[in-house]
T-cell receptor, first 110, second 116 residues
Framework: DQQVKQNSPSLSVQEGRISILNCDYT??????FLWYKKYPAEGPTFLIS?????DKNEDGRFTVFLNKSAKHLSLHIVPSQPGDSAVYFC?????????FGPGTRLSVLP | NAGVMQNPRHLVRRRGQEARLRCSPM?????VYWYRQLPEEGLKFMVY????????ESGMPKERFSAEFPKEGPSILRIQQVVRGDSAAYFC??????????????FGPGTRLTVT
């Protein structure tokens, strides 16, 4: 039972354009959401987060949008850069633990 | 300041053997978390430890798996009598002793366990 879904295993975007990574969740009790980036042979690194009381959080080129009614969040990267090429994990939490999605591999083409 | 260190990076075990995975948290961090990533899946929480205490092991399989974080030395994730289904990447993360914020979890590079 996947509580956090990332239905696109991969995404390719041209450098300079917008990357949109999507994430859906099933548990309405989740109240905190995070995005992590992972390069090959490295552990995930924290990117950006959002609380369920907000619908948008922005940090530089990265913006996360939360639609609670649709149980959907998305990560926008503008403009995309080749160094953004990585696997992106969405995570959702309620209390002490959190649940990761399976990841989306983003390729930013020069 | 060295990051979270895990060793070995790759571990191959035959079915029935024991696997020991080590995690050295970042300096000053007293909280350790273990996650497992199966192929094509996201990371799954296994256990949360503080020095000499298991705080939450709700994600740990009931049998064959154990974890410890002794007063001195690294945290150890131990898998006894490994089976092929244990093949996965095991990630450790650590965080400082203040409020437990997920953003403060720093991940190690992982140990890839292969059971043959």
């Amino acid at each position: 039972d996947q509580q956090v879904k990332q239905n696109s295993p991969s995404l390719s975007v041209q450098e300079g354009r917008i990357s949109i990574l999507n994430c859906d969740y099933t548990n309405s009790m989740f109240d905190y959401f995070l995005w992590y980036k992972k390069y090959p042979a490295e552990g995930p690194t924290f990117l950006i987060s959002i609380s369920s009381i907000k619908d948008k959080n922005e940090d530089g080129r990265f913006t996360v949008f939360l639609n609670k009614s649709a149980k959907h969040l998305s990560l926008h990267i503008v403009p995309s850069q080749p160094g953004d090429s990585a696997v992106y994990f969405c995570a959702a939490s309620r209390g002490q633990n959190f649940v990761f999605g399976p990841g989306t591999r983003l390729s930013v083409l020069p | 300041n060295a990051g979270v260190m895990q060793n070995p990076r790759h571990l191959v075990r035959r079915r029935g053997q024991e696997a020991r995975l080590r995690c050295s948290p970042m300096k000053g961090h007293s909280h350790v978390y273990w996650y497992r990533q199966l192929p094509e899946e996201g990371l799954k929480f296994m256990v949360y430890l503080q020095k000499e205490n298991i705080i939450d092991e709700s994600g740990m399989p009931k049998e064959r798996f154990s974890a410890e974080f002794p007063k001195e030395g690294p945290s150890i994730l131990r898998i006894q009598q490994v089976v092929r289904g244990d093949s996965a990447a095991y990630f450790c993360a650590s965080s400082p002793p203040e409020d437990r914020r997920f953003e403060e979890q720093y991940f190690g590079p992982g140990t890839r366990l292969t059971v043959t």
